[in-house]
């Protein structure tokens, strides 16, 4: 999932009650799990909640974009391995993708296996 960069919300998502739906909230009250009365301000104050969520990265967006490439094969997905550096390491990996012309991760890789390999 990625962090949602467009306008919120899309254009195909309506969030107000509409004339057809069967709440009718001149006569019913409607209440949340912890016994709150749900009102119009009450929706509008949930919605800028989530829209708050999202604008701070607390909340991850699907998108339809796809994942990369399977490096495993096609169909599949690639078995991911993660570690820490100090920071000092993750800039000499970054210069030294850049001037490859390689992405840190296929760095990673190529020193992962280099040293397997070494035994």
């Known amino acids: 999932m990625t962090e949602?960069?467009?306008?919120?919300?899309p254009d195909d998502i309506e969030l107000v009650l509409d004339h057809d739906s069967e709440i009718d909230s001149d006569?019913?009250?409607?209440?949340?799990?912890?016994?709150?009365?749900?009102t119009d301000k009450y929706v509008?104050?949930?919605?800028?909640?989530?829209?708050?969520?999202?604008?701070?990265?607390?909340v991850p967006v699907p998108t339809s974009r796809g994942g990369?490439?399977?490096l495993t094969r096609e169909g599949t997905h690639s078995p991911r391995v993660s570690f820490r550096v100090p920071e000092?390491?993750?800039?000499?990996?970054?210069?030294?993708?850049?001037?490859?012309?390689?992405?840190?991760?296929?760095?990673?890789r190529e020193a992962f296996e280099q040293f397997l390999k070494a035994g």
Not at 4 to 9: D, K
Not at 44 to 58: F, L
Not at 88 to 108: D, F
């Open 88 to 108: 000092e390491l993750r800039e000499r990996a970054k210069a030294r993708a850049e001037q490859e012309g390689k992405t840190v991760s296929a760095l990673a």
């Open 4 to 9: 949602h960069r467009e306008a919120w919300p």
């Open 44 to 58: 509008d104050d949930a919605i800028a909640d989530v829209h708050r969520a999202i604008d701070e990265g607390h």
């Open 68 to 70: 990369r490439p399977s």
């Open 27 to 38: 006569f019913e009250e409607i209440y949340d799990s912890k016994g709150n009365r749900i």
